[in-house]
């Protein structure tokens, strides 16, 4: 829909009028404010209303100042109204990208997938449903790095993290870096809504800071942990001595990652399967609900522009017709 700003504006669209029935200061003089051009739209003949080619600027110029008295109510353009949930949640994700995620021991759609897929997937769905949050994404191996600094983009969010490879950060995994990193990017946001979800399916085997270090360090900032250890406790391997059963999960450090939650207020949980990974973030979606109160707002396009360039082409048109005149 059409908005107007500044209707009050439309109030000065008389003026040029107003301004010829203003009298003259002194009747031998000119007049105080004259009309440029004013003697071409006089006529011997004023019964005789003519129109020829002298009269045009006369007319161009009435075009030209109604167009600048539209540009000058500044017309917008309403958008639809755009609903936006307030939480004022700053929340970062941790993904393992370890060579140890490569593991297929999760199906998706029964189809075996690799556990960082089965990561990305859930994920996605959790980042999708968190409207009003700031996200960000943190991935590492045997380093952490930043991907995605707190964003409400969660479109990049969720693109950035389908786009994570295995071994993109290292073969090994830095827990604790993860954390440090995690808690240098939170600290200076407001102490209650700074939340971090780590996912692994392994034990620290790399970083400069141990995670129960690095914990500390996140509990005396208030940043609360989340941690997910990911991996099946069971899968059948086929060989040419037959199958047998074994635990792709051995490595899996649950103790350590237990302690990371306890010591920051978070929980540990466990993701054996896809349907255990939708569940744990539907529980997270509990834990740390969004806010229900929404704002809106509709974005305005500015329309001024065009009615503005019409009435300075028109002038400058007049001009152009004065000085061919001439």
């Known amino acids: 829909m059409i908005h107007v700003e500044w209707l009050w504006v439309l109030a000065t669209l008389p003026l040029p009028w107003l301004a010829r029935l203003l009298p003259a200061i002194n ?13 071409d739209f006089q006529s011997d003949t004023p019964e005789k209303k003519i129109i020829n080619a002298k009269s045009w600027p006369f007319y161009l110029a009435i075009i030209a100042w109604c167009c600048l008295i539209i540009a000058g109510i500044r017309p917008q353009w309403l958008g639809d109204p755009v609903e936006m949930a ?41 980042i999708q449903r968190r409207a009003g949050d700031r996200i960000g994404l943190i991935l590492f ?22 786009e994570a490879a295995i071994g993109l950060a290292g073969e090994s995994t830095a827990i604790g870096d993860a954390i440090g990193l995690a808690v240098k990017r ?23 800071i141990s995670p129960l270090k690095a914990a500390d360090l996140a509990a005396d900032n208030q940043l609360k942990i989340y941690t997910i250890g990911i991996g099946a406790d069971e899968m059948i391997v086929h060989s040419l001595f037959g199958n047998r059963r074994v635990n792709p999960s051995r490595d899996l450090d649950e103790k350590t990652l237990t302690a ?8 540990y949980f466990r993701a054996r399967n ?49 000085i061919k005149d001439r």
């Open 27 to 39: 009747p031998h003089n000119q007049a105080a404010l004259r009309v440029p051009f004013i003697e």
């Open 86 to 126: 307030v939480t004022g949640r700053d929340l970062m994700l941790a993904v393992d990208l370890s060579g140890s995620m490569e593991e297929q021991d999760f199906f998706i759609q029964q189809k075996p997938v690799d556990r960082l897929t089965a990561t990305q997937s859930v994920a996605s769905q959790f």
């Open 141 to 162: 191996g045997s380093q952490a790095y930043l991907q995605t600094p707190l964003t409400f983009d969660r479109h990049t969010v969720m693109t950035l993290l389908n």
């Open 186 to 208: 939170l600290r200076s946001q407001p102490s209650n809504s700074r939340v971090l979800i780590l996912m692994t399916d392994g034990a620290n085997t790399a970083g400069v």
């Open 260 to 267: 990371i939650a306890d010591k920051t207020g978070g929980q």
């Open 274 to 322: 896809s349907d255990e990974f939708n569940t744990i973030y539907a529980l997270l979606d509990e834990l740390e609900p969004i806010e229900k109160d929404k704002q809106f707002f509709r974005p305005k396009t500015e329309l001024y522009a065009w009615p503005l360039g019409l009435s300075l082409f028109l002038m400058l048109l007049i001009v152009i017709l004065k």
